[in-house]
């Protein structure tokens, strides 16, 4: 059986998966995002990354703001699809919409579900120092991502690895994971088990737990910076030529020392903790491009001695 489909999803997490179903050669009879936004110093409106993706792939496109009103169901409904793929839409997909394709609809979710259902469960799992996460195909239901598992596949969370890195390798697992339930689907094999265990909620994340807290443990600030990089970036600020700068810190390493939480204790820029010290690797200050420690520290003019805030 050829599966006729439609494809939800918005930012570029949802790619590979895209990219994936019209390498397979599967008929997508049309692609829904989110409606362009505006971004930029200029305010632009700009498309989603999926949008861009289906207009250059020659896929029709729809950017509804919402699925709840009877013209875009009746859109839906009119396509006759086989099943929905939905990965990271956006929007709150209402039973009628999610009952309107034939087999049904399926979501890829970036951890092994019940942990960490929600918008932020990359960001969560290595903020909480999961070592291990992974990607599930769930046939959606009304509840937030409660619906019975088809396939779940466990990666370990590699020491160091950054939300932004951890992103990449789930988008494309989950989109080979993806295609592995289709192809289930298609021959009427594709199992579904209710969710076992305690759900764990992944909360979008809050601008008041981006600011580094140097007086909690090594082992607490690490896993804080590694799982807001790159985005949103969890920060410090600086005291620098006199004028008091915010210093984005995407990647650093635990290393041994100590000294007053916040204080620089050696020449090599480890930062003094509770419990240990970390040293930035990636540092991007307010205006500018990302750059290792040592191009940072040439324009710096900070000593051992001087303290973040």
């Not at 020659?58 to 939905?86: F, I």
């Not at 807290?213 to 807001?228: C, M, N, T, W, Y």
């Not at 635990?254 to 930062?271: H, K, L, M, N």
């Amino acid at each position: 059986m050829s599966l006729k489909l439609v494809f939800m999803g918005t930012p570029e997490f949802a790619l590979p998966t895209l990219s994936a179903l019209t390498d397979a050669g599967y008929e997508i009879l049309s692609v829904f995002t989110r409606p362009a936004r505006q971004a930029g110093r200029g305010m632009h409106e700009r498309a989603s990354p999926v949008h861009r993706f289906a207009l250059g792939a020659g896929l029709p496109v729809e950017t509804p703001d919402t699925l709840r009103s009877s013209e875009s169901l009746d859109k839906l409904s009119k396509l006759k699809a086989d099943a929905a793929v939905v990965v990271a839409y956006g929007l709150i997909l209402p039973k009628a919409v999610l009952d309107a394709p034939k087999l049904g609809s399926y979501n890829l979710h970036a951890s092994l579900l019940p942990r960490w259902r929600g918008p932020a469960p990359i960001n969560r799992a290595i903020m909480a120092g999961d070592r291990h996460t992974g990607v599930t195909i769930m046939r959606m239901t009304e509840g937030l991502d409660e619906g019975p598992v088809c396939l779940a596949r466990k990666l370990a969370i590699g020491a160091g690895e950054t939300a932004g890195e951890l992103h990449d390798r789930l988008a494309e697992e989950g989109a080979a994971l993806m295609l592995e339930a289709l192809l289930r689907l298609s021959r009427g094999t594709l199992e579904q088990t209710p969710q076992q265990g305690v759900p764990t909620y992944a909360a979008k994340i809050a601008k008041s737990e981006t600011r580094i807290d140097f007086s909690k443990p090594a082992r607490e600030v690490l896993p804080q910076i590694h799982g807001l990089s790159p985005h949103p970036g969890a920060w410090t600020e600086v005291n620098i030529a006199g004028k008091s700068q915010r210093l984005k810190i995407l990647k650093a390493e635990a290393v041994e020392g100590r000294g007053p939480p916040s204080t620089i204790i050696d020449d090599d820029f480890a930062v003094a903790c509770a419990d240990g010290a970390v040293r930035p690797l990636l540092i991007q200050r307010e205006g500018k491009a990302a750059m290792a420690r040592d191009a940072f520290l040439r324009g710096s003019a900070l000593r051992t001695g001087d303290r973040l805030r």
